[in-house]
């Protein structure tokens, strides 16, 4: 029942998940150990705001109390929450630059997503019923695995597996990917190579720039 503790105070604590763990509570005696129900072991008044699949690791900020829920999940909601995650993906996506997005060379993704009902948890592309969805992503420096690339993902919205979906219709899946990627480049990662790694929002309370980072564990 360990928690990594970035940062807490009397209104909110934000956490490193580690790759692994379930955000929230799932179906089974078996998947009831989860990163909120370990922060309500120290905080009894811990709620979730936002989620990170199973099997992604890094930075997630839990509210203590209703009313911190409520502004912070309003926070995300009007997308005035920051967030940065790191991957390595299959391949080398190719830059098209025509479709770089600021000076920083920041490449952008936009599609519309859907829950895949008969085969959840999966999500899919539809281009009649999907909801848009947005992804800036870039090649980042960083160790590297060959015959992959190392990409920074800034998701502008937050629909469900947004970056794994995105970075698999770009045709360059991330490894270790046991959803979205081929059976030869999930076996190329002992996990998925996905990590929140950095998360900046004002403090709902006292409206201070709060800014965290989580160094990458692959």
């Given at each position: 029942m360990n928690l990594d503790v970035v940062y807490s105070d009397a209104h909110l604590a934000v956490l490193n998940k580690p790759s692994g763990l379930l955000s929230v509570p799932g179906r089974?005696?078996?998947?009831?150990d989860c990163l909120i129900a370990r922060a309500q072991n120290v905080w009894s008044d811990a709620l979730t705001v936002?989620?990170?699949?199973?099997?992604t690791?890094?930075?997630?900020?839990?509210?203590?109390?209703?009313e911190v829920q409520r502004m912070l999940s309003q926070a995300f909601a009007e997308r005035k929450v920051h967030k940065m995650y790191e991957a390595v993906v299959d391949g080398?996506?190719?830059e098209d630059l025509s479709n770089v997005t600021s000076p920083e060379g920041w490449q952008d993704i936009q599609l519309p997503l859907l829950i895949d009902w008969p085969n959840r948890p999966k999500s899919k592309v539809d281009w009649t019923h999907g909801k848009?969805?947005?992804?800036?992503?870039?090649?980042k420096a960083g160790p590297v695995i060959?015959?992959?690339?190392?990409?920074?993902l800034h998701p502008i919205t937050g629909r469900t597996h947004q970056l794994r979906l995105h970075m698999m219709a770009l045709g360059h899946a991330i490894?270790?990917?046991?959803?979205?990627?081929?059976?030869?480049?999930?076996?190329?990662?002992?996990r998925l190579l996905l990590h929140a790694r950095q998360l900046q929002f004002h403090h709902p309370l006292t409206q201070e720039w709060l800014s965290f980072e989580m160094a990458v564990p692959f």
């Amino acid at each position: 029942m360990n928690l990594d503790v970035v940062y807490s105070d009397a209104h909110l604590a934000v956490l490193n998940k580690p790759s692994g763990l379930l955000s929230v509570p799932g179906r089974g005696d078996d998947k009831q150990d989860c990163l909120i129900a370990r922060a309500q072991n120290v905080w009894s008044d811990a709620l979730t705001v936002h989620r990170l699949d199973m099997a992604t690791s890094g930075l997630v900020v839990v509210a203590r109390g209703p009313e911190v829920q409520r502004m912070l999940s309003q926070a995300f909601a009007e997308r005035k929450v920051h967030k940065m995650y790191e991957a390595v993906v299959d391949g080398s996506p190719p830059e098209d630059l025509s479709n770089v997005t600021s000076p920083e060379g920041w490449q952008d993704i936009q599609l519309p997503l859907l829950i895949d009902w008969p085969n959840r948890p999966k999500s899919k592309v539809d281009w009649t019923h999907g909801k848009p969805s947005q992804t800036h992503w870039r090649r980042k420096a960083g160790p590297v695995i060959e015959g992959a690339t190392r990409l920074e993902l800034h998701p502008i919205t937050g629909r469900t597996h947004q970056l794994r979906l995105h970075m698999m219709a770009l045709g360059h899946a991330i490894l270790g990917d046991t959803l979205y990627a081929s059976p030869e480049v999930c076996a190329r990662a002992p996990r998925l190579l996905l990590h929140a790694r950095q998360l900046q929002f004002h403090h709902p309370l006292t409206q201070e720039w709060l800014s965290f980072e989580m160094a990458v564990p692959f």
